[in-house]
């Protein structure tokens, strides 16, 4: 598939077909994810790699509760914009656009806690996230999909601990990856041309429209 093809398609799916994913794929994959920037130069990054319904099940049971907690009706009878719209079709889908798709993957970088005093000191979650982006395109290319959950709150503890993880590691997040239902819904989304977004030799709002 050329790059700009996998750009293109890339989205986050939350509907599944029953098909199975070889696991050769998974493993390339999770290699696309090894060619990130590496921080320390080391690549100590590692990877959970979760395929029957009971460790998934067993894993996220914390997104189970957020999506309980979750009130659609709050929503009826307004007008919603593209980032409702996503919200409100997302958020029922949070535990099983991971427990219904064939695999996840937990990428995990080594880091006790998370300090934000300087943007360099969150290298280790910023080439994590590069990790996982690398994931993501590679499930593309695979001719695949994937899911994205960021855990929310005290959910990062929490799954990680189920899942016997050491101290001294952390997670940006969880894919899934599988094949997505094709009849799945299609938001509108917001324009991705990049015109009004760049800002040609500083912060001048008014050279933005002239590119």
């Keep these: 598939m050329e790059f700009d093809e996998v750009i293109n398609r890339r ?3 939350r509907e599944w077909t029953d098909r199975e994913v070889d696991f050769e794929a998974i ?3 999770i ?4 060619k990130a920037p590496s921080w320390d130069h080391c690549r100590s990054w590692q990877f959970i790699v979760l395929h029957t319904k009971e460790e ?5 049971r914390y997104a189970k509760s957020v999506v309980r907690k979750f009130d659609p009706t709050r929503y009826e009878g307004r007008t919603l914009n593209l ?3 996503m919200y409100l079709y997302a958020m029922p889908r949070q535990y099983t656009m991971l427990t219904d798709c064939p695999y996840v993957i937990v990428p995990l970088f080594q880091c006790k806690r998370l300090n934000a005093e300087w943007v360099s000191k969150l290298n280790p979650l910023t080439t994590a996230w590069c990790v996982a982006e690398n994931i993501m395109l590679a499930a593309i290319n695979e001719g695949l999909g994937y899911s994205l959950r960021i855990p929310l709150n005290r959910e990062h503890d929490v799954v990680l601990e189920k899942l016997g993880v050491p101290d001294g590691w952390m997670t940006p997040c969880f894919i899934g990856v599988g094949y997505p239902k094709e009849d799945e ?3 509108e989304q917001y324009s991705t041309d990049p015109s009004s977004h760049i800002h040609k030799g500083g912060w001048y709002i008014q050279e933005t429209m002239n590119l």
């Design 11 to 13: 989205k986050t799916s």
């Design 27 to 29: 493993k390339r994959i």
């Design 31 to 34: 290699g696309a994810g090894m």
């Design 56 to 60: 998934k099940e067993h894993a996220f």
């Design 83 to 85: 980032s409702q719209e």
């Design 185 to 187: 819904r299609v938001l």
